[in-house]
């Protein structure tokens, strides 16, 4: 379990930024060249990049170069540690909802 919270946290430190979750929702898409995702962001390119480095020591995103050309894209799986975090944690809410709803059917008087 511990390097299962390493994941999780690296995933949850790196989407707490909103321009790393902007990244993320245009990468969803397609695969993006840099200086495509750096064309919304008023910020210096080598700002844009750290927060890629980011991404990537998460393994939310892998890059390639060819040439001069870095293209990023979302890895595969890099959000699965996300969501087990997210379906564990729904499912204990689940349950305590339930667990109120049949109290609430045992105690409320009943109407004739």
């Not at 894209?73 to 087990?84: I, R, Y």
């Amino acid at each position: 379990m511990p390097k299962f919270h390493a994941e999780l946290d690296a995933v949850l430190r790196a989407l707490a930024d909103p321009t790393r979750r902007a990244v993320v929702e245009r990468l969803v898409k397609s695969p993006a060249v840099v200086s495509e995702l750096a064309a919304p962001f008023a910020m210096a390119l080598p700002s844009l990049m750290q927060h890629l480095r980011v991404l990537e020591d998460a393994g939310i995103v892998t890059s390639e170069k060819h040439g001069r050309v870095r293209t990023v894209s979302l890895k595969p799986g890099g959000l699965d540690v996300l969501q087990l975090w997210l379906g564990e944690q729904r499912t204990s809410a689940e349950r305590q909802a339930d667990r109120l709803g049949i109290h609430l059917v045992r105690t409320t008087p009943k109407e004739d």
